[in-house]
């Protein structure tokens, strides 16, 4: 019999993966720094791709100072990630893919090229996954704060690319990273987990209840309205799991888990084809087909499974990564 019901403190792409070293942000002259350190490594990127070596493992094609692309790039579009394996690391974000001379840039075979994170994210390792999202996320957040949303005048990059400041002299309002909040949760009534799939998922595939949490509304609160409208089903009693950043586009997930009021019955709903309460025997025989393993989706029914089941969830044979 499992018994181990600890939580994982770590999530896929959470963890000391990176050594942010915040006051470095603070250095005037970073930059040169950087350039003048042999052992910074470099992350090429083009809008919310970033240069990537395929293999069967893909993995991040670091490069040096040294390189064209880093050599040419002005400074403005360095980011400051921080100490990645202990080593400085930096974000370099190109203007365009058409505007680099593939004759000196590494990205003239299929071994290197530029891609987005989300088809790739499962596949490397978890360290290189979570500074790839890391810096997607904070380069979707540049990108959309390139004018100030109070007068409209063009921002400028402070803070090693953490700050984004208005230019006019008149407003001067300062923006910093923002992520949006949203809750995950698996419901139980003990012996069953209740779960519900989107119609434009592959078939058999179902998941745990989540949404964004509404301004006003606690963490708590915004459980027990996104099960109700996702599932018609009234939640009892909520507790905090663990958390995961989703840079898909910028999100944070909340995890949780609910106990399901005993009156309740389970409906579907406008955002949900489906809604079933699924039991233990059910997933062991592998129906529904569950999230991957590194969504903490994945994690939510795992820690519900293993109370009471006689082989881990993550040692079943049809589960995959």
Known sequence: MITDIHPPTVNFLAGPYIDRRTEAREQLHWEDAARNDLTTRFILAVGLTQLVISQDTPCIAFVGAEHPLVQSTPSEHWLLLGWFQGSRCVLVQLETIHSIDTSTALITTAEARFQELRPLVALLNEAEAGLLAYARAISYWQQRHRYCGLCGSKTSIQRAGHVMHCSSVECETV????????????????????????????????????????????LEDAVAREVLEETHVAVTAVCYHSSQPWPFPSSLMLGFMATARKDSIARSSSELEDVRWFTRTEISNGVPILPPKTSISFRLIEAWFNTDAQIALSDLPHIRR
């Open 175 to 218: 923006f910093f990273p923002r992520i949006d909040p949203a809750i995950i949760v698996l419901v139980t009534n003990g012996e069953c987990a209740l779960l519900g799939r989107q119609r434009t998922w592959t078939t058999g595939r179902y998941s745990t209840v989540a949404g964004f949490v509404e301004p006003g509304e606690s």
